[in-house]
């Protein structure tokens, strides 16, 4: 079981441009959610997707967008990006229809720098 | 105010030592109680959850809860170098896939 897979690893990008992140959740789940972690801070829940459609979102503004494919797998897009946008992002995986909510696997991370 | 209140550290403790890692938190719909560790250059572990208030041990681990406080701890016992980590407390409101609300994390050193 290969788990949680994200791409790329690291990411380098100049303010205004558009990034698209990637997220294979582990075998099994239903359910992705994104969450953002900049230096020295907890995760941060950007937004989760089941069913292909967004369920829930937390406190980030229009430019960060998703989409979940019908093999579960999901994107992160952000648009115009700001020097602020630098972070870790993460993805977790989880079931909705086995298992529990405790149970969010995480992958290792997209580290974003913005210049 | 942030909801969930995490000290930050860094903590260092010689091997063998208890460890004691504690959160505040203020929204008290808050049920479900977690702790994740973090090594350097990679995603969050799920160490133990809790539901509610109580206690609960899992090997080194102990995870406490005290509602009526706003207090959650988590305990190391017998550390080891291994252990040397972030660690994150999390919670959220509901028994479905809600999202999760973390801590900061402290960092967490033990020395040889």
């Known amino acids: 079981d290969a788990g949680v897979t994200q791409s790329p690893t690291h990411l380098i990008k100049t303010r205004g441009q558009q990034v698209t992140l990637r997220c294979s959740p582990k075998?099994?789940?239903?359910?992705v959610s994104w969450y953002q972690q900049a230096l020295g801070q907890g995760p941060q829940f950007i937004f989760q997707?089941?069913?292909?459609?967004?369920?829930q979102r937390g406190n980030f503004p229009d430019r960060f967008s998703g989409h979940q494919f019908p093999n579960y797998s999901s994107e992160l897009n952000v648009n115009a990006l700001l020097l602020g946008d630098s972070a870790l992002y993460l993805c977790?995986?989880?079931?909705?229809?086995?298992?529990?909510?405790?149970?969010?696997?995480f992958g290792p991370g997209t580290r974003l720098t913005v210049t | 105010q942030k909801e969930v209140e995490q000290d930050p550290g860094p903590l260092s403790v010689p091997e063998g030592a208890i460890v004691s890692l504690n959160c505040t938190y203020s929204?008290?719909?808050?049920?479900?109680f977690m702790w994740y560790r973090q090594y350097s250059r990679k995603g969050p572990e799920l160490l133990m959850y809790?539901?509610?208030?109580g206690n609960k041990e899992d090997g080194r681990f102990t995870a406490q809860v005290d509602k009526s406080s706003k207090y959650i701890s988590l305990f190391i016992r017998d550390s080891q170098p291994s252990d040397s980590a972030t660690y994150l407390c999390?919670?959220?409101?509901?028994?479905?896939?809600?999202?999760?609300?973390f801590g900061s994390g402290t960092r967490l050193s033990i020395r040889p």
């Open positions: 977790a995986s989880s079931s909705r229809t086995s298992g529990s909510v405790y149970e969010q696997y």
């Open positions: 075998s099994g789940h239903d359910t």
């Open positions: 997707y089941y069913e292909e459609e967004e369920r």
């Open positions: 929204n008290s719909a808050f049920q479900y």
């Open positions: 809790t539901y509610s208030s």
């Open positions: 999390a919670m959220n409101r509901y028994s479905s896939a809600s999202k999760i609300i």
